[in-house]
Each structure stands twice: as structure tokens, then as C-alpha cells.
């Protein structure tokens, strides 16, 4: 075969590697996964035979695992935050493109599946849903951009390993085998539209329009998540070559099965939520996923004026507290005792002052006079004048 050596394993077989790739098996997607039909042309290396039951008992136990240990986190978000629910999804995205690059699968009748995408990329499309739902978009962008951040540094990584390691010792360099970058690319941009696609659907599925039961809502999404992964990357990394209609063919029944047993999980754990915290589902914009961070800023603006706006409010009213504080002293003042002198009618003040009545009223009140003459005074201290009245 042109492009081709064989190779001699010590069971006494001959195993076929490609020499561009250095690799024993198909290129595989390291994302989101592939799921291959046993019909495409490809050699596997040689293991130990098990039976086609224990791989498939092994291969549930982990997918179990692995999801219970996303939704867990999630669920513990109101105690511990969202930090470490990122640092796993961080984690689990490396661990699924190590697993993928490895060529780790289960083969069934008709089907391959891959072990980092029925595990781990699964774990990881389930952990971005939930947090979608009930944090929102801003903190979902956070869990993107955490995925797609490790999914970038990993290849670097193997990249810079395999080059050391051809440097140190040519025979060593297939422990880390080099992915194309076609096919890197494709599972880059194909998990990121998938992830911008599960919100999407997920909000416009929920119009009220439509009237989508809850369930059937949450499986749709996941379900059209899947599907639109295997059109974008199949399409990326395979179009054109001779075994793209059987991968595509293959992968959509694969991703059927893995939405139907992952479906239960993702359901029961939003019911579940629902519950027990009593978190409605919001309903927002059908691209509420894309808004700008200007939004944000908008609140946190809106916010700021608010506060500022009771911040004046909070020393109007405590110079309104002190003035009334202040005229209730004097009122006191005023209502209290007064030493007044017998003849003259003057206040003494706490000082030992004397004042006239009209002046200490005046300073410890509001209160103005005015002078005039009464009656009886007129009489006695002006009688021409008060004959003539």
C-alpha cells in the first residue's frame, strides 16, 4: 500500500502504520470524538482478547461516573461557587483528548465508540448544559472558554513532548502521536459551535409558543448538540476522503444511543434542582448566549447609579435627622425651667448671663418680634395720644 510500512508485533502479526502520521489507526478527533463504523478500513493494535459484554460493562461505569462527578460539582455550586466545577471540566477535556489521540474504544456490532466522546466529551456537553440553565449565560462562557482553552493548549503540548522526545530517542516518539491540524482544527471549531448551538436550541425550544414539555426540550438539545457535532467535524476533518459518508452514516447512530443513555441523567438532575432549590427556568433571548460583555457592563453601571443615588439620599436624610435633633434641643431648651429675673423679666442662660426675653428666645428658636404697644401701656405712658383713639 503506498504510504504505508507493516510492522511486526510479537504475537506474530502484521499491523499496517501510516508513515505520515506514525499512527496504527484512523486520525480520530480529539473534541468532541468520532464514533466509526466497523465497516471503515482500519487497524487497531492487538490487545488481549476480552469479551464484547465486560468492554461494554466497563465503558457504562465510566460514562456513569464521569457524569455523576459534573452534575455533582455543579450541584455544590451554592456552598463551594463554580471554581471547581471549571477545574474539573478543565480536567476531563484533557483527559478526553489524551483518551481519543489513544484510539481508546468499544467495538459493537455495526459501531465503534469512542471512549473520550461517550465518556468525556458527553460529561463535558451535560456539565456545560447544566450550567447554562441555571447560572446563566455569563458563567457558561466561563465553562467555554475553559474547554476550548485546554483543548488548544493539549496539542501544543504533545507537539512540544513529541518533539523532545524524536530529539531524545526516534523509537519513543509514538507514545505521543501528532493529530493532523486539519482535524485538530475541525474539533476546535466544532466543540465551540456545538457548545453556542446547545444554548441556542435550548432557549428556542422553550418559546411558549411551541409548548415543549420539559423533558422532551432537554433531549432535543442534546440530541441536536450531538448530531450538529458529527455534521461539523466529520465534515471538517473527513470531507472529500473515501470513508466520509460511512463515519457520518456510523456516528449519527452511535450519538443516538449515547443522547438516549445520557438523557436520564441530564433530566432527572434538572428536576431534581428544580425541587429541591425551587429555581424556575428562565426564559431568555434566543442569543442571550452571544450578548456582549457591554451588557454587562450596562447593569453594573445601572448598578453604581443606583448606589450613588442612596448614597445622596442616606446624607440627605441624616442632615435632615440632625436638624431635627437639633431644633428638638432647643425645644427643650425653651420648655425647660428658665431662670427670669422678677423686676426686669430677664433670662439668665447656662452660663450665668443675663439676656433680655426677646433676645434668648430669638437665639434658642425660630421665633421673631416685632415691637408695638399695648392698650393698658398706652394709657399709662402715652394718655394724650391714647385719648384721641
Known sequence: MAGSTTEQVPNGKTIRANRRTNENVLPVRHISGISLSSRVPQVCNESPQKSMDSELLILISEAIAAYFLVLLAHSLRGRLGLAHFYALIGSLTAVMVWTTDAGVKVELPGVSLMVGSTVFYTALLLGVFVVYVFDGPRATRIAISTIIGVSIMVPIVTMILHWQIKLAGPGQTHYFPPQSLRIYSASIFAAFADLIFLAIAWEFLGKPQFKVKLWLRAFLTLLGVMWLDVVLFATGAFGGTAHYTEIMTGTFVSRLGISIFAFP?????????????????????????????????????????????????????????????????????????????????????????????????????????????????????????????
Open 265 to 389: 441523567f441530564l433530566y432527572f438532575y434538572i428536576t431534581w434542582q428544580n425541587r429541591r432549590y425551587g429555581m424556575e427556568i428562565e426564559h431568555r433571548p434566543v442569543l442571550a448566549i452571544l450578548k456582549e460583555v457591554s451588557e454587562v457592563r450596562l447593569e453594573l453601571s445601572l448598578a453604581q447609579q443606583e448606589i450613588e443615588r442612596r448614597k445622596a439620599l442616606e446624607k440627605e436624610n441624616e442632615s435632615l435627622i440632625g436638624s431635627l435633633q437639633k431644633a428638638l434641643q432647643e425645644v427643650k431648651t425653651l420648655r425647660g425651667i428658665l431662670p427670669t429675673c422678677s423686676y426686669c423679666k430677664n433670662i439668665r442662660d447656662e452660663e450665668g448671663c443675663w439676656h433680655q426675653l426677646e433676645n434668648y428666645i430669638q437665639r434658642h428658636s425660630d421665633a421673631k418680634f416685632s415691637h408695638g404697644i399695648c392698650e393698658p401701656c398706652m394709657k399709662k405712658h402715652f394718655p394724650d395720644i391714647s385719648a384721641r383713639f
